[in-house]
């Protein structure tokens, strides 16, 4: 689960952080009391979207000249036009793709005087299992840059949870940041204070870009990203309480309201499968004969027939999807359950696209008689390879 930048602020500064004083502004007539309420004098007004490069991108049907979504402005005034501007509007970064995200938030903060822009993250290291520190000199914009071009600009590095961290992983972040002096001690505490977050809230990435040098020498937090563990929001309600549902693929929304593990994918064969690894293999071989997968869905070894229903629908709402191939190996999930839940979803939103049906293992025989005794047209398949090249044919024409 993601959150917004002023919402992650909000968490920083509750641990100590140093970050600059801001107001969230959901109602464009909000937005002058906010700005009033910091003292300047400039005022920077961002665009508040779960995607980023905000600043370099670009607002549909803008007009010459027009500035992203992040914008400077040098009173309260022009504050509150500039947040006026934005609500509402798309914002379309190279992180959102080209249908852009609607601004529904707008987040103005007191300027800052910058004198270097440096970039350090915390994230899970899924090769090691650990919590792992990323950090380097070329903060600011153009990071992804950096990465692709000087990756050796970028330091990475691990912490051993037998031993824990300890101040020389500050120090050791200070040090290839470049820092000095007093820089040091505020950057061992800040590297404590993130890790102590990144542990009590199960966050799985916290990226601080830029993290600036302000002229008089001391470290700010200029911006904030934070991702949390979905397995674990159970333990944290305030962090639950912060999640935005506008933000999110409706269709993955509906899907995790009944436990359906579903992702969105640009293909054009929506995918019904019980198990993770039997749902990658159906997307592979999908791509192996020549087409797209529309989705990962995995209805688990459990689905009950209303939530096989609910998948179904979700797979039939999204208009990329041109078929259908519904591949289960009944373990603990029985072939009879996932087939009349396949043939009540049919019955309640209809059958536009094609659809194979693979089934084998628990109640096999079963599930196929009802299939087959359905009167609906639905093409049957004896293994995955014959599925996947029925269902490819059967889309492709």
Known sequence: MNIHEYQAKALLRSYGAPVSDGRAVLRAEEAKTAAGELDGPLWVVKAQIHAGGRGKGK???????EKGGVRIAKSVEEAATEARKMLGRTLVTHQTGAPGKQVNRIYIEDGSDIARELYLALLVDR??????????????????????????????????????????????VAFALGLEGSQVK???????????????????????????????????????????????????????????????DPKELAASKFDLNYIALDGEIGCMVNGAGLAMATMDIIKLYGAEPANFLDVGGGA?????????????????????????????????????????????????????????GTNVEKGKEIINTSGLDVIAADNLSDAAQKIVKAVKG
Do not use: W
């Not at 607002?59 to 000249?65: N, S, W």
């Not at 199960?202 to 979905?230: R, W």
């Not at 998948?311 to 996932?338: E, H, Q, Y």
């Open 186 to 248: 505020q950057c061992v505490a800040l590297i404590k204070t993130l890790y102590k977050i990144f542990v009590e809230k199960d966050i799985e990435m916290l990226e601080i870009n830029p993290l600036i040098v302000t002229p008089d020498g001391n470290l700010k937090c200029l911006d904030a990203k934070m991702g949390f563990d979905g397995n674990a929001i159970y333990r944290h309600p305030d962090i639950a309480a912060l999640r935005d549902e506008t933000e999110e």
């Open 59 to 65: 607002f549909k049907e803008a007009e010459a000249g």
């Open 304 to 360: 009950t027939k209303e939530k096989v229903t609910e998948a179904f629908k979700i797979i039939t709402s999204d208009p990329n999807v041109k078929g259908i191939l519904v591949n289960i190996f009944g373990g603990i999930m029985r072939c009879d359950i996932i087939a009349e839940g396949v043939i009540a979803a049919v019955k309640e939103v209809g059958l536009k696209v094609p659809l194979v049906v693979r089934l084998e």
């Open 127 to 172: 090769q090691t299992s650990r919590i792992a520190f990323v950090c380097s000199t070329e903060g600011g914009m153009d990071i992804e840059e950096v990465a692709a071009k000087t990756p050796e600009k970028i330091l990475s590095f691990s912490v051993d949870p037998a031993s824990g961290l300890s101040d020389f992983h500050g120090r050791r």
